[in-house]
């Protein structure tokens, strides 16, 4: 077992912290977390820790620090956890299978992760709508993974589902933030599986969250259309 001691920069609202918490917590390694609430979260007052200003380079949650060495990117982090840490891993063992994770992260990253932003930085119904279906498009891809597997690359959780969890926890907050269509049964299925795994219950919300979450952006909505009228 290491005796690293790994300390978690992040916050609950934030995807990309989820997706290193999920990790950690699915992997068994042991970790404590520091909350730096984002910008837009963050209370009056509040004191932003000198170590996170001085390691995270665009001053941007999640960072990580493992035995005084730090890193921040949520998928680097995701990277360095699998270099420092062998007796667990979210990644296959060869080399071909490595690679079809990797492209599914990217592909997640890019093509799940930038319409769900849109659904809940919207600001008119017409963008949230838009933002909406090219979610629902990218889930149709993850629905033809999932014909082939249990899991999004491979036979078992891997590095793919940390990038999920961070858009499943926040799925019923998408919706009342105007999120439409239903997902694959396929899909749907997933986010039960997922729900099953160690890692999940450090991540997923109370319908607290789901309802703190919800009401910061009908918020902000409400101001950017006030000042735009
Ligand atoms: N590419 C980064 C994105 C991280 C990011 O955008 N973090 C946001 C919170 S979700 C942040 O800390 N923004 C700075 C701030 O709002 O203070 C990653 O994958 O970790």
Redesign the pocket.
């Known amino acids: 077992m290491s005796t690293s001691t790994v300390t978690l920069f992040g ?1 609950w ?5 989820v ?1 290193v918490e999920f990790a950690l917590a699915q992997r068994g390694i042991e970790y404590t977390v520091v909350d730096v609430p ?3 979260v ?1 209370p009056k007052g509040f004191v932003v820790p000198e170590e996170f200003i001085a390691h995270s380079p ?5 960072m990580v620090k493992i035995d005084g060495e730090y890193l ?4 680097p ?1 995701l990277e360095w956890l699998e270099e420092k840490f062998t007796d667990s891993s979210l990644l296959p063992s060869d080399d071909a299978a490595q690679a079809l994770v990797r492209e599914r992260v990217e592909w997640l990253n890019k093509y799940v992760y930038r319409p769900m932003i849109g659904v809940y930085y919207g600001t008119d119904a017409a963008l949230i709508q838009e933002s909406s279906v090219a979610f629902m498009k990218a889930m149709e891809t993850v629905d033809q993974w999932l014909q082939s597997s249990q899991w999004l690359a491979g036979d078992t959780p891997t590095l793919a589902e940390a990038i999920m969890a961070g858009v499943y926890t926040r799925l019923d907050g998408l919706r009342q933030l105007g999120l439409t269509g239903e997902l694959p049964a396929s899909v749907q299925q997933h986010l039960e599986r997922c729900s099953e795994l160690g890692g999940w219950k450090k991540v997923e919300w109370s319908s607290e969250q789901t309802s703190d979450f919800v009401g910061r952006f009908l918020k902000y909505r409400e101001i950017q259309n006030s000042t735009k009228n």
């Open positions: 916050h609202i934030c995807p990309f912290s997706r984002p910008r837009a963050r665009k001053l941007e949650v999640p921040a990117d949520s998928i982090i």
